[in-house]
């Protein structure tokens, strides 16, 4: 592949990575949402961090695992309580870590 396709190939990637994110955000940046749309709009991270640990949780093999072998899964669930109990992102990755770290020293 020639220097000019690959260079193309950066510009058009960096471009329908940012336009999609800007236009919105130059869009709504002068107005004020509704109350309920704001409220809405809280709960999208949430949702995204969601879909992306389910499927490595309970189907880490491609088929919906919940026995003990599936460590990730065990370990999740305390450090899910850790998460809404404490609200600190850094305890929460330092617990995780340090169960999962611990499981598989100990099983």
């Known amino acids: 592949m020639d220097q000019q396709t690959i260079l193309f ?3 058009g ?6 336009i999609p994110r800007m236009l919105p955000a130059m869009a709504l940046s002068s107005r004020d949402l509704p109350p309920l749309v704001v409220k809405w709009l809280s709960y999208v991270p949430t949702a995204v961090l969601s879909a992306l640990l389910a499927p490595s949780l309970l189907a880490p093999e491609g088929v919906v695992d ?6 990730y899964f065990w ?3 305390p ?3 850790v998460a809404m109990f404490t609200r600190n992102f850094f305890g929460t990755v330092a617990v995780g ?11």
Not at 100 to 106: D, H, N
């Open 9 to 11: 190939t950066l510009f």
């Open 13 to 18: 990637m960096m471009a329908v990575t940012y």
């Open 66 to 71: 919940l026995s003990f072998g599936n460590l």
């Open 75 to 77: 370990v999740a669930v």
């Open 79 to 81: 450090t899910f309580a």
């Open 97 to 107: 870590m340090g169960l999962v770290a611990a499981a598989r020293y100990f099983l």
